[in-house]
């Protein structure tokens, strides 16, 4: 395949030779649905073969079905040549040093299109010239971790991401910054929040949810509100940085076990459960909603501690669940299963044997609830109480995967089950709450008159 016609192949491919429209066209396509102006871009050379990619004037993409295409008139040719734009990051001896540990999330990236791959942006010179605004936050100082998708995030990654953290603070940094894909950025700041203990400074872990070369980024404003926290924040705890509203007038920071990714797209998917967020972040400043979170401290102690046991597993139950599944984790040798039940924390019966079975083989087995926000109650229904009396713990108000990681973490400790249980029931980085605030649970149904009144205030 030529360069002229970079992945294209087969209708898409014929389509673009009848009307002599090379890749990096600048074209009017017109179509059975209407006419689309914009640039032929490069496609996968494992991309199907029936759309044309076209990047449109307002900067996204768009396919064109090539069965649909009337007529393209080509204007010219304007071929992207990729390049991130680098300059020396200037050094102030007045501003704070902040390092930004990259685990391969895209947090400030560019797409090139002669390959379809996204290209991180990394280096303080490539951030700088990507986003020059962090120059007047911080001297920044960065080091790539891993390479990894976020899916691809565990144990070895989280265990050397919290010993580079304990090297860093004792290097002297004011405050770190993580860059993290979104998928599981939760599970990692819930993991981080036990095995990285009273550090002295702010940690910020930070991602996008849309790629840097999307008019609708939010990856350059996330990245400033997480290295403005970094820098200047009172707030030392593990936090997680990501868009408040969907629009990009503030940041939210979230305590990290405490925190879940809600929405698959939206730029705001980032949401504190059963409680409220620490602090708003903007631009110009950071405004904390809440008091009772570790201050800042200019010591370099920091408690670093990464045991962890990696056979522990997670099970959502549903109707029907046969008691196969249990007895698949015990005959598989694991040594803790978290249990997301319905309701208050339950579970059908032809599960008990197998419950039973897990307490003979001394595993520890958890109950939180898959409704995310409330309590786990098992002294209020025959079914909760009789679990008990099988060895299953009440979870409290742990989120289901932050009960997995600290599972994990804790029988990483010890193997007596009673230690394990002081240490999951003890509360280390506000896992566990005493109550849920009245403002803690709030979730707006659409099409309601008030609700949609009080939207349309803040509606863009």
């Keep these: 395949m030529t360069d002229d016609y970079r992945g294209y192949r087969a209708e898409a491919l014929d389509v673009l030779r009848q009307y002599a429209a090379r890749v990096w066209s600048d074209v009017e396509v017109r179509t059975e649905s209407g006419t689309f102006t914009g640039i032929v871009l490069p496609r996968s050379e494992t991309a199907d073969a029936r759309h044309i990619v076209l990047k449109l004037r307002s900067g996204y993409n768009v396919g064109v079905a090539a069965a649909s295409v009337r007529g393209i008139v080509v204007h010219?040719?304007?071929?992207?040549?990729?390049?991130?734009?680098?300059?020396?990051?200037?050094?102030?001896?007045?501003?704070?040093?902040?390092?930004?540990?990259?685990?391969?999330?895209?947090?400030?990236?560019?797409?090139?299109?002669?390959?379809?791959?996204?290209?991180?942006?990394?280096?303080?010179?490539?951030?700088?010239?990507?986003?020059?605004?962090?120059?007047?936050?911080?001297?920044?100082?960065?080091?790539?971790?891993?390479?990894?998708?976020?899916?691809?995030?565990?144990?070895?990654?989280?265990?050397?991401?919290?010993?580079?953290?304990?090297?860093?603070?004792?290097?002297?940094?004011?405050?770190?910054?993580?860059?993290?894909?979104?998928?599981?950025?939760?599970?990692?700041?819930?993991?981080?929040?036990?095995?990285?203990?009273?550090?002295?400074?702010?940690?910020?872990?930070?991602?996008?949810?849309?790629?840097?070369?999307?008019?609708?980024?939010?990856?350059?404003?996330?990245?400033?509100?997480?290295?403005?926290?970094?820098?200047?924040?009172?707030?030392?705890?593990?936090?997680?940085?990501?868009?408040g509203p969907t629009s990009d007038v503030y940041g939210l920071l979230h305590r990290g076990t405490r925190v879940r990714k809600m929405h698959s797209s939206y730029r705001?998917?980032?949401?504190?459960?059963?409680?409220?967020?620490?602090?708003?972040?903007?631009?110009?400043?950071?405004?904390?909603?809440?008091?009772?979170?570790?201050?800042?401290?200019?010591?370099?102690?920091?408690?670093?501690?990464?045991?962890?046991?990696?056979?522990?597993?997670?099970?959502?139950?549903?109707?029907?669940?046969?008691?196969?599944?249990?007895?698949?984790?015990?005959?598989?040798?694991?040594?803790?299963?978290?249990?997301?039940?319905?309701?208050l924390g339950h579970v059908n019966k032809p599960l008990y044997p197998s419950l039973k079975r897990a307490r003979e083989n001394n595993i520890a087995v958890y109950m939180t609830v898959q409704t995310l926000w409330g309590y786990v109650q098992m002294y209020v229904y025959d079914t909760g109480r009789d679990m008990m009396e099988l060895g299953v713990v009440p979870g409290a108000n742990m989120l289901p995967e932050v009960a997995y990681v600290k599972l994990g973490w804790a029988l990483g400790q010890t193997d007596d089950l009673q230690k394990v249980r002081e240490i999951m029931m003890t509360p280390i980085a506000g896992e566990i709450t005493e109550r849920e605030p009245s403002n803690g649970y709030l979730i707006f149904q659409g099409g309601i008159p008030e609700v949609e009144e009080f939207i349309s205030r803040y509606r863009r």
């Design 76 to 243: 010219g040719r304007k071929e992207a040549h990729y390049k991130i734009p680098e300059k020396d990051f200037p050094f102030d001896p007045r501003k704070p040093r902040v390092k930004l540990l990259g685990t391969g999330g895209t947090i400030a990236s560019r797409l090139d299109y002669r390959t379809g791959a996204v290209i991180p942006a990394f280096s303080p010179g490539e951030l700088y010239g990507s986003v020059p605004e962090l120059a007047d936050i911080c001297n920044l100082e960065t080091e790539k971790l891993y390479g990894v998708f976020s899916e691809n995030m565990g144990p070895e990654q989280w265990i050397g991401t919290a010993r580079a953290i304990g090297r860093e603070i004792e290097k002297g940094v004011q405050g770190i910054v993580i860059g993290h894909g979104t998928d599981t950025m939760h599970h990692t700041a819930a993991i981080l929040s036990f095995m990285v203990q009273n550090s002295p400074v702010p940690i910020v872990m930070v991602g996008s949810q849309r790629s840097s070369d999307r008019p609708s980024s939010d990856a350059a404003l996330n990245l400033m509100h997480s290295v403005k926290t970094a820098a200047e924040s009172d707030i030392a705890e593990i936090m997680v940085c990501m868009f």
């Design 268 to 343: 705001s998917t980032f949401r504190t459960i059963g409680d409220i967020p620490l602090a708003m972040v903007s631009r110009e400043k950071i405004t904390p909603l809440r008091q009772d979170y570790r201050r800042r401290r200019k010591d370099r102690r920091v408690v670093i501690n990464t045991a962890f046991e990696e056979k522990v597993a997670i099970v959502y139950y549903y109707p029907n669940m046969k008691p196969d599944i249990i007895d698949s984790l015990i005959d598989n040798h694991y040594r803790g299963i978290v249990i997301a039940g319905t309701g």
